[in-house]
């Protein structure tokens, strides 16, 4: 049987898991809790809040029907109901992927959606690179 280490604490696992047990039973439980913050009435009404402020047009590349609601800030460490309307974001998917992913502007789906857009590729997020 092939082996790989845990994604978190480097035990050896079989290579069909991601995580050992222990962190995978952890995983687990924080997509549990965040799952049930973002059926909070409180998160829904701050996501339409923020539909409607956009216009329903994603904030990086004006696309309209952009369904993603996307905190600029990372929340790991709070609650994602407390948050004020100018820490979100209304996205497109292939623009919610390439933040998701740390703003990594060189996945394939991020090149192609720029592209579409007519933009520099060098540009990142918040304007252009510096060397």
């Not at 609601?69 to 309307?85: D, E, M, Q, T, W």
């Not at 990594?104 to 857009?117: I, N």
Request: charged content about 30%; aromatic content about 4%; glycine content about 8%.
């Amino acid at each position: 049987m092939t082996k790989r280490s845990c994604a978190t604490c480097m035990r050896i696992i079989p290579a069909t898991q991601t995580r050992c047990d222990l962190h995978e039973a952890q995983y687990n439980e924080e997509r549990r809790v965040q799952r049930l913050q973002y059926q909070d009435p409180r998160w829904l009404k701050l996501r339409r809040r923020k539909v409607v402020q956009a216009g329903g047009r994603c904030e990086d590349c004006g696309d309209a029907g952009a369904k993603a609601v996307h905190h600029r800030f990372s929340v790991k460490a709070g609650n994602p109901l407390i948050c004020p309307l100018e820490h979100l974001l209304l996205l497109c998917k292939p623009d919610h992927l390439r933040r998701e992913r740390g703003h990594v502007e060189s996945t394939l789906p991020g090149l192609l959606h720029k592209a579409q857009r007519g933009e520099d590729a060098q540009q990142g997020d918040d304007g252009p690179r510096v060397a």
